[in-house]
């Protein structure tokens, strides 16, 4: 399989996880993370400002982390976070995530990784 090739494929992958656990969680074909209104919910907001400034600095490792360490899958708000990051970084181009050491098949990864700890799971076909 020629490398472009296979970075579509694996990006077409991220983006039918996406949809699939947003479909399944929340209702929607996509997740996309809203800072909410009168600080309701000011871990999640929180944890999606930090993992944003991360990732503007091109830490995408540093961000992971940060995500696994303060994820609670039993809340659905950080779990728009969680899909939310994932969908920014999978919109990343390839150059980007190269230069800050990271992969498409590690944002396939962290994905499944969610998806697990949420008790949801993506079996390959």
């Known amino acids: 399989m020629d490398m472009m090739y296979e ?7 991220i983006t039918n996880l996406i949809r699939f656990l947003s479909k399944i969680i929340f209702g929607k074909d996509i997740a996309v993370y809203g800072l909410s209104k009168g600080g ?9 400002r930090k993992l944003l400034a991360l990732l ?21 708000r950080q779990m728009m976070v969680a899909i939310d990051f994932y969908q920014r970084l999978n919109n990343l181009d ?3 995530l190269k230069e800050n050491n990271f992969s498409r098949k590690e944002i396939e990864e962290g994905l499944r990784d969610i998806a697990s700890k949420a008790g949801i799971t993506i079996y390959d076909i």
Do not use: C, V, W
């Open 56 to 76: 503007s600095e091109g830490k995408i490792n540093e961000a992971e982390d940060l995500l696994f360490e303060k994820f609670n899958p039993k809340d659905t």
């Open 7 to 13: 970075q579509d494929y694996i990006m077409r992958t």
């Open 94 to 96: 390839d150059e980007f």
């Open 40 to 48: 309701e919910h000011i871990q999640s907001d929180r944890l999606h």
